[in-house]
């Protein structure tokens, strides 16, 4: 039982680490970058939903549908 629940609380943990800053530590572009990208990738032009894959450094975003359906 302990091995099950060392791997489950070490899977989180790297979940919780490869996931980037969190939206307090952006600084003010990259929180305009985020919610902007958030907004286009969940608007109608992606009927599916797309998820943002943002390049903060490069100042960009492309959004990624996670299977076609038009």
């Known amino acids: 039982m302990t091995i099950r629940l060392t791997a489950v ?5 790297a979940g919780l680490l490869s ?31 797309a998820r943002p894959l943002i390049n903060y450094s490069g100042g960009w975003y492309r959004c990624v549908e996670p299977r076609s359906c038009r």
């Open 19 to 49: 996931a980037g800053p969190s939206l307090a530590d952006r600084s003010a572009a990259d929180q305009a970058l985020y919610k902007k990208a958030m907004k286009d990738c969940n608007g109608p032009s992606y009927p599916c939903g």
């Open 9 to 13: 609380l070490l899977a989180v943990s």
